[in-house]
């Protein structure tokens, strides 16, 4: 009986660490909200470390083509991420008109899209860190890494 409580044990262990990792990247947020009658409520919320591990088993050839044209500008991608992740909150793009509202901003650790019209109301937040694992892991599909 100890020996099955201590396999249990450890599979709870080894389940909640794994949980930790796929969550310490923060989390994707989408919600898109239709302002009809019977319109559609969707939010969905996923571990922004699935990106990176998605495009991490994606088959290079698939991503080559992507993956050559990112090459000349991955410095450029690797300062301004990693400057941003380091920059105080800031509104990238705030345009506010008489039936509509878009803005896009660096909120805490995430770029986040919000969307505002007669329609429907979009929010979508990324974590920057999930952002440059997916960059680095779409360079490094390169057939020529430079």
């Known amino acids: 009986m100890i020996l099955l409580g201590k396999i249990v044990l450890g599979m709870a262990g080894t389940a909640v660490a794994g949980v930790g990792l796929l969550c310490s990247e923060g989390f994707v947020q989408v919600k898109v909200i239709e302002k009809q009658p019977q319109g559609h409520h969707i939010n969905v919320i996923a571990p922004a470390l699935l990106g990176p591990i998605a495009a991490h088993f994606v088959p290079r050839r698939d991503l080559a083509n992507a993956s050559e044209k ?4 991955l410095p450029t991608i690797r300062v301004a991420l990693g400057s ?3 920059a105080d909150d800031v509104v990238f793009v705030e345009v506010t008109e008489p ?4 803005r896009v901003s660096k909120s805490g650790g995430s770029i986040v899209v919000d969307v ?3 329609g429907e109301t979009v929010h979508v937040s990324t974590p920057i860190r999930a952002i440059e694992g997916t960059v680095e892991q ?4 390169s057939p020529d890494p430079h």
């Not at 779409?138 to 599909?141: G, I, M, P």
């Open 99 to 102: 039936d509509q509202h878009v």
């Open 138 to 141: 779409l360079a490094a599909a």
């Open 70 to 73: 990112i090459q000349p500008y």
């Open 116 to 118: 505002d019209d007669p």
């Open 84 to 86: 941003l992740r380091e």
